[in-house]
């Protein structure tokens, strides 16, 4: 990245952003100057989920209210007597963490990861009319979605149930300890699965089918409306940080969201592609459309902008697991890569990698990995192309119905953890999808556009800087017949097993 982009605090125009990006594996910060430049150092503290094999996935809220004070206590601290104009904060969306009257936390926060409400979600479609609620909503029934969730809660954890306050996402829990304000962002609302794609409120006949009140969730406020801070909240915050003193704070938005803003999808002429721990294809639309695609969701995100796309709950992960599983640290690091770029061959395993359950396009669930075609002489090389072949199908299949509700896109930029640690996916992704990949070599891009968002309402007349792009990786069109192939067998082996 060029000496022009990342920036010094001396060379940085107010007005400053503080963002911080809650995200699978870590919370992470970064001051932001107009331009939308990240200034000075970016601040991370390292997290991992509780997970076990009944489908647990959980974090300690007030662990992550800990680490997002660390690391805002250490942005403040580089800023010496430099005043910020505004807070902002994105979490991993779909989580859940129940309070009582007192705001004291009563469960741990629930990830998008944890799939035990299994059950429910099957009770759910078998008592809603489930196309009609994704129109409605823009989301199905899943276990990532509140409605499944808050049932299993009722069902698992009634006493919780009959002392429980409030509903909160993540980050409005930890805006709630900072600030005092109880209030939730549209996209985070969105992402629980019980907002009215139309009005941007939430709804009430989903609510009340999870079990829950209205009055029990916090207001939804939209990108431009920053929050109102109690006045004896207020000064605390500017005793204890004096360069927020002044700073607008604003409700908590989702990273899928600022991870298209920040990869540069800002508008429906580009898609946005995450390759992180999870994965997603997005595309940033200002009307609405009339009718979602089954394997698809519709998330209001403010006044005048909903996002379309699709999600993987398993990119990163799916190739951690295959690192420990097949000992890649035992493999030439040349002769993994060298595996990755060859010509694909149909002896290559095909692997649908639903480690923690799918999402787009089936929603399944309690769907789990599956590998077929190994033989004799499959080599661990092999079968590590063929989870990485498996990721770039499953956006191939997210990609096809994209197309079909936004077919104006005609740029695709990705980014993330993953395009870093293993750049080889992003030519498997352009020749399954059969459309240009173009990287964006700009970390944390999330956090990016998290600041980005921020800066609209606080610098909407300053020029945003341009992050470096990567050179954009064309579909081999000899290559075609192959993906084909593999994406009908993939289709199949899902079918037979999870439909």
């Known amino acids: 990245m060029g000496p022009s982009f990342e920036i010094d605090l001396d060379q940085a125009e107010a007005p400053l952003v503080l963002a911080v990006d809650v995200g699978s594996t870590a919370t992470r910060g970064m001051i932001y100057d107009a331009h939308g430049r990240p200034v000075g150092k970016r601040v991370k503290v390292p997290h991992t989920f509780t997970v076990a094999p009944d ?133 985070t609302a969105a992402w629980t699965g019980m907002v009215d794609r139309d009005t941007a409120d939430w709804y009430a006949d989903i609510v009340a089918t999870a079990g829950v009140r209205v009055d029990q969730l916090p207001p939804i406020h939209h990108l431009d409306q920053p929050l109102e801070l109690p006045t004896k909240r207020a000064a605390k915050i500017a005793r204890k940080w004096p360069q927020l003193a002044n700073a607008q704070w604003f409700a908590t938005i989702t990273d899928g969201l600022a991870a298209n803003v920040g990869l540069g999808a800002y508008d429906e002429t580009s898609i946005g592609a995450s390759c992180a721990t999870s994965g997603a294809l ?34 990163g992960r799916a190739l951690a697991w295959a690192d420990v599983t097949l000992r890649t640290d035992q493999v030439d690091e040349d002769e993994l890569s060298a595996a990755l770029v060859a010509e694909p061959h149909e002896t290559t395993p095909l692997v649908l990698p639903f480690l923690s359950g799918e999402r787009s396009t089936g929603w399944a669930a309690d769907a789990r990995a599956v590998i077929t075609g190994i033989g004799a002489g499959s080599a661990p090389v092999e079968v590590y192309r063929g989870v990485v072949e498996g990721i770039a199908l499953s956006y191939a299949r997210i990609a096809a119905q994209l197309r079909t509700v936004a077919p104006q896109p005609d740029k695709l930029f990705c980014g993330g953890r993953v395009t870093t640690d293993r750049p080889e996916l992003l030519q498997v992704m352009a020749d399954a999808m059969r459309t240009s990949v173009t990287p964006v070599q700009l970390k944390r891009t999330t956090l990016r556009g998290t600041a980005l968002l921020t800066l609209d309402t606080l610098a909407p007349d300053v020029p945003r800087a341009r992050p470096d792009l990567g050179k954009a990786l064309a579909p081999d069109t000899n290559r075609r017949p192959y993906y084909t192939q593999r994406f009908g067998q993939f289709e199949k082996v899902y079918e037979a097993l999870f439909t």
């Open 55 to 187: 489908g647990t996935s959980e974090i300690d809220p007030d662990q992550v209210v800990d680490e997002v004070t660390t690391v805002i206590d250490k942005l403040t601290d580089a800023l010496g007597e430099e005043s910020v104009a505004g807070v902002a904060l994105d979490t991993f969306a779909s989580s859940l963490v129940v309070v009582d009257a007192d705001g004291t936390p009563l469960t741990a926060c629930y990830t998008y990861a944890d799939g035990r409400c299994g059950r429910q979600v099957e009770q759910l479609r078998d008592e809603l009319d489930e196309e009609a609620l994704q129109q409605r909503t823009g989301t199905r029934v899943h276990s990532s979605y509140w409605p499944a969730r808050l049932r299993w809660l009722a069902a698992e954890k009634p006493e919780v149930v009959a002392a429980a306050a409030h509903y909160l996402s993540l980050g409005d829990y930890v805006l709630r300890r900072l600030t005092g304000v109880l209030a939730t962002g549209t996209s």
């Open 282 to 315: 997005r595309v940033l639309v200002r009307t609405l459309p009339e009718k979602l695609p089954a394997g698809l969701w519709c998330y209001r995100v403010s006044h005048d902008k909903s996002l379309v796309g699709g999600a993987l709950n398993d990119v």
